[in-house]
């Protein structure tokens, strides 16, 4: 995008409208709070200047995407229709899209539609309840509001199938919280959300259309296939029902880096497959450097650096300082309800095989005060170590970036499991078991 910044005033956004029908671009201006430092669109950071922005992109087709000011934790779905001029005002509660009804609608949504009471750990029954009535409620509230200001009818729809996706995401994650926890969910389930076209290109880029097909094409390929066949089931089923390159491409990059950790899956093949559905991978694509990053976490290689990490008792520590020592090595995060879960299996391996191991914990907690006080609360014993950054050595060098992650280093510095252990797992405590 190509960023054009000027101070304006409202009279001159005004006299732009006329010169804005150009088919294939669009221009976008409008009015920030003083102290809102930048707005992102589409993924492109506008200059501000005096509490004004103008911008002009091209279009080759109409699309929805996202806008973030600064200031919002959230960023919010914006229309981008080609040959319009969109005038926003971010100064005004609601949010003011001058003459543009959709826009108005969109960046205004959570103030007008009623607020859902979903959550992920609530019985099926309940939720399925709950799902099917709050979200009628809202479709009709977008079909009421959009006929009574003389939006067009496609776009009407077009709003309703966002706020289905939205939901069908927050399905998508109900059935996987519930499906980890033990509970197999009816896949039914989707049928309460309605008809919703997932290859409507225009929602390409919509978050929680991309999220929601991810897990709704996975979901279709049985788990019980072998790790070995698994992934070229994915890659067949999204190119059964999806027809949006990108997600495609998507969908089958995440499944293929997923597969990268399974020994018994071809590797090479897959990315033969990748490029036979896209495009020729460069020599340092970041498949190529991924896929032999997690090689080279495989068990029987040495463990990476973690980095030189601040400790509980104040020192700072890194993994050569625990050399010697067999390691299980515990990946949390106080906000982590697995992590919770998971607390009394390890302090019960800890109990019976202390004398094997110690547990060194590495937190993605910021609020060091909060860590310090739920290891006290816990009473939990171990070597206790703080990892805030969002890019950190550790956090490079091991490909972690989630919770509830266990790994077994030997006295030697060799990584003796796989990651994806837990420790109320047999697994887990076989490996323990051998060690020296």
Known sequence: MKVITMILTICLFSSCTSRTSQINSIIISGKVAADTEYIVVGGDTLSIKEGFFYDTMVLQESYYDYIKLSDWQWAKLVYFEKGEHLNFDFTTVPITAHDNLINQFLLNSDSVLKPYSLRWDMDEKEFRRRMKSELQTNVNLIDSLGRSKGMEGDLIDELKDIERLKIAHRTANFVSFQERKGHPINRNIYDLIGNVDLNNKRLEKQVNNRNFQYYYLIDKVSSELPDSLYPYAVIDTVNKYSNIESIRKMIIATTIKSSFYQSNVDHDRLLSIYEENFEQLEQYDELYTLKEKVESLQPGNMAPSIGNLLNYDGTYTSLDDLRGKNILLTVWGTWC????????????????????????????????????????????????????????????????????????????????????????????????????
């Open 337 to 436: 309800p697995y992590c919770k879960e998971q607390l009394p299996e390890l302090k019960s391996l800890m109990d019976r095989y202390g004398d094997k191991f110690i547990n060194v914990t590495l937190s993605f907690d910021t609020d060091v005060e909060k860590w310090k006080a739920y290891i006290e609360e816990n009473e939990w014993r171990g070597i206790h170590l703080i990892d805030p950054k969002s890019s950190s050595t550790f956090k490079s060098n091991y490909l972690i970036n989630s919770t509830n992650v266990h790994l077994v280093i030997d006295r030697e510095g060799t990584i003796i499991s796989r990651k994806g252990l837990k420790p109320d797992s047999k697994e887990l405590e076989d490996v323990i078991r051998a060690l020296d």
